[in-house]
């Protein structure tokens, strides 16, 4: 009796998939590859990667912004300065563009599908793509309590410039291509989205949680197929009998999130009026998720394209942000370093947590970016910086420089990416072809 079992590698149940061995019913094991780190749950002593998307509008200071060196000789511009202790855990990416943002050549063009490389529609329309951070919460969304964090500082402007939606100004997270994913500008509603109900324990047997979908599987093998997966099921029930037991002498059972509480309180309700309290508390928070396991994705949109924040705490009050970045004064680089302090401050609360061997930073990769590289609306350079390590599969201390080189596509950058979080694609947006240094 031979079956095909297109996309049934796996027993699942809620939040458990459990791979199958071999069987000789089986003659298909699936027309796609599920590599270990995608499966639900944490079962081995290695922590999860962590996605974690920061942008900032408008650009940044055109003489500050620049790295050259490598390892901690590495130095950086004015507007990086603040990531020098991490230069042997960051990587500057020069040269990479979306070929699709150049058509319109203003903020909404140029922004709408940074995370996508997708063609958007014009004439007012809303159509983009699914942007990176939310194809990874829909393929490994299931393994915590909240798929994706997306997290903003400026309210959504609705309008429409110059024949392009502001939506696409407001939002860089993309759940389909006509659905931006919503934003949350209130620190204390995303606090309660991570912490209002109680986060399943895990206690569950991982047998019990596929418990039904394995009954119905055994009814469509043969007997000796029954045997070999009866067998299978009783060793992994044993070491599950085992790891209870270690558990309760208080040995290592695997990895586990170093909280599993909110660790600071929960913020008062409204939308802070200081940008600085606004920006550090959803800074904590994508900090504090990562550290309960409560999501392994959050985008931080620290303001708009053509964006109309005001900063008098640092003395910057007299013009808005969107206006501040036609022109490298003083008072521009401020704000570009405020920005890049935000990255910085998350870096250095993810490398004091301790995940065995490794920190959070380094089973992490922070993207920092923005849709031009200065206020003069150049979108065919882009401005990128990755910190972290991302299990160890991510090299840092480098400067890397795509301008002159035939691959210089944003989404080959991603494509790289997913491939750290366990997702195999043989495209995304406009690219087939990976970064070979990423």
């Keep these: 009796m031979l079956h095909d079992f297109s996309r049934r590698t796996f027993l699942r149940g809620l939040g458990v998939s459990m791979a199958l061995p071999w069987m000789e019913s089986l003659r298909v094991w699936g027309d796609e590859t599920v590599p270990a780190s ?3 749950g944490t079962a081995g002593s290695q922590a999860p990667v962590r996605l974690g998307v920061f942008f900032s509008g408008n650009g940044f200071h055109s003489r500050e912004w620049w790295a050259k060196g490598s390892g901690k000789d590495m130095q950086l511009g004015q507007v990086l300065a603040s990531l020098t ?31 996508s490389g997708a063609p958007l529609a014009s004439g007012g329309d809303i159509r983009s793509g699914t942007s990176i951070d939310q194809l990874v919460a829909q393929r490994h969304g299931n393994t915590t309590k909240v798929p994706s964090l ?4 400026e309210k ?23 659905t931006p994913t919503p934003l949350e500008l209130y620190p204390s509603l995303a606090f309660d989205r991570l912490f209002k109900d109680e986060v399943q324990k895990g206690d569950k047997s991982v047998l019990d949680a596929v418990l039904e979908d394995a009954t119905d599987f055994r009814r469509t093998i043969s007997l000796s197929d029954q045997r070999k997966l009866d067998e299978y099921l009783d060793s992994v ?12 002498r208080g040995e290592l059972q695997g990895w586990k999130p170093t909280l599993d509480k909110p660790n600071i309180p929960r913020p008062a309700d409204g939308i802070p009026q200081n940008i600085a309290e606004h920006m550090r508390l959803m800074c904590d928070i994508l900090v504090l998720g990562f550290q309960t396991d409560a999501t392994r994705v959050t985008t931080l949109k620290l303001n708009n394209d ?3 924040l005001r900063f008098p705490h640092l003395g910057v009050d007299y013009m808005i942000h969107h206006l501040l970045s ?6 521009w680089l401020k704000v570009n370093q405020f920005f890049i302090e935000q990255l910085a401050y998350v870096a250095k609360k993810l490398d004091a947590i301790q995940e065995g061997e490794r920190t959070a930073l380094d089973n992490s990769m922070l993207l920092y970016c ?21 299990g160890g599969q991510l090299q840092g201390g480098r400067v890397l420089d795509y301008l002159d080189k035939p691959n210089r596509k944003m989404c080959s950058l991603y494509l790289s990416m997913l491939d750290k979080v366990g997702i195999r694609l043989d495209s995304f947006g406009d690219s087939n072809e990976r970064l070979a240094e990423i």
């Design 38 to 40: 995608a499966v639900a």
């Design 85 to 115: 202790d991490f230069r042997e855990r960051t990587l500057f990416i020069r040269g990479l563009f979306n070929a699709e943002a150049l058509k319109g050549n203003i903020h909404s063009s140029q922004t709408g599908n940074l995370l």
């Design 150 to 153: 997306v997290l903003g500082c």
């Design 156 to 178: 959504s402007n609705p309008s429409v410039h110059k024949n392009y939606s502001m939506i696409y100004s407001s939002h860089i997270s993309w759940s389909s291509p006509t």
């Design 237 to 248: 029930r044993e070491v599950e009998r085992r790891i209870d037991q270690a558990g309760q």
């Design 306 to 308: 053509h964006s109309s």
């Design 326 to 331: 036609h022109s490298d004064t003083a008072d």
């Design 370 to 390: 923005s849709s031009m590289l200065t206020g003069g609306h150049d979108a065919t350079n882009l401005p990128v910086v990755l910190v972290g390590g991302a």
